[in-house]
């Protein structure tokens, strides 16, 4: 999202304050100054609708609420342009299996991906119909992202 918001909103990101609830997933990881933590529990909706955030980047669980408008005009249209052109899906998270774990236990590996797509039955409807198909094989038969904001055979 904030490369999108950079190289086709002009937005600088430096300028921007990042605020975030969840923590690395990497240890390591150092914040750049500009980010910060909010407390664990904190609404990002609520504090969006009390002016205590400018704006969010949210999926489904954008509040429903008349003072809340989206930054981009017509996302779902904005979404569909973008991939044509760019013909690719930014990844937001992805599960990596180190090669030798992969050799040693390939059983292993099938089985994050069935958990994976045995998840899916039990996320709320909206969120799972914005998602693109998940393999190797829904990729190859062809699959294109609708103006209406969802994923369909072609």
Not at 15 to 37: A, F, M, Q
Not at 39 to 56: H, I, N, T, V, Y
Not at 63 to 69: A, G, Q, Y
Not at 102 to 122: D, G, W
Request: a neutral charge.
């Amino acid at each position: 999202m904030r490369g999108i918001l950079q190289h086709e909103y002009g937005i600088d990101l430096d300028k921007v304050n990042w605020l975030t609830i969840d923590e690395s997933h990497l240890s390591e990881y150092r914040d750049p100054p500009n980010c910060g933590r909010l407390p664990k529990g904190s609404d990002l909706s609520q504090m969006m609708l009390a002016g205590e955030l400018a704006a969010a980047i949210l999926g489904v669980d954008m509040p429903k609420d008349p003072r809340v408008r989206t930054l981009v005009p017509d996302p779902a249209a904005a979404a569909q342009q973008w991939y044509q052109r760019e013909h690719l899906i930014p990844i937001n998270h992805m599960f990596v299996v180190h090669q030798d774990v992969s050799k040693q236990h390939p059983e292993a590996v099938r089985e994050i991906f069935r958990m994976i797509v045995e998840s899916r039955k039990h996320a709320p409807e909206g969120v799972t119909s914005a998602l693109p198909p998940i393999g190797w094989k829904p990729t190859a038969e062809g699959w294109k992202w609708r103006s209406n904001g969802r994923w369909s055979k072609k």
